[in-house]
C-alpha cells in the first residue's frame, strides 16, 4: 500500500511536470504538482494511523493465539486443496490433448496409467 502510493506520488509529479514544463504558467501548475504530493504523503500517514489502530483494536488483541493459529493451518490447507485442484484439471486438459492429437495423427490414444 505505501509503495503504491509513493509510486502514485512520483507519477503525478513527473507527469504533471513533464507535460506542464512548456506552458506560460508553469509555475501555477508546479505547485499543483507539489499539493498532490503533500495529499498523497497525507494519506500515507493516515494509513500508518490506521495500522496501528488496528494493533491495538480490541477486537483482534482479545482472539486467543490458538485460535489464530487455527485459522492460519485453515487458510493454508484451503491453498494446498486450491492448488490441488488446479493440477488435477490441468492433467486432464493435457490428457484430453494428447488424445485429440494422437487420434488425428492416426495412432491410438495411449491410456493414461490407471491410479
Do not use: E
Not at 13 to 23: C, E, I, S
Not at 67 to 79: E, T
Request: overall charge positive.
Amino acid at each position: 500500500m505505501k509503495k503504491m502510493l509513493f509510486l502514485l506520488a512520483c507519477v503525478t509529479v513527473m507527469g504533471a511536470a513533464t507535460v506542464h514544463a512548456q506552458t506560460p504558467n508553469a509555475t501555477s501548475k508546479n505547485s499543483v504538482a507539489k499539493n498532490k504530493v503533500k495529499d498523497v504523503k497525507k494519506d500515507q500517514k493516515n494509513v500508518k494511523g490506521d495500522k496501528a489502530a488496528l494493533k491495538s483494536d480490541k477486537s483482534t488483541a482479545a482472539t486467543p493465539k490458538k485460535q489464530i493459529g487455527k485459522d492460519r493451518l485453515a487458510l493454508r490447507k484451503d491453498r494446498h486443496n486450491r492448488n490441488k485442484d488446479i493440477k488435477k484439471d490441468g492433467k486432464k486438459l493435457a490428457d484430453r490433448r494428447a488424445k485429440k492429437r494422437d487420434s488425428k495423427s492416426g495412432g491410438a490414444a495411449i491410456p493414461a496409467p490407471a491410479k
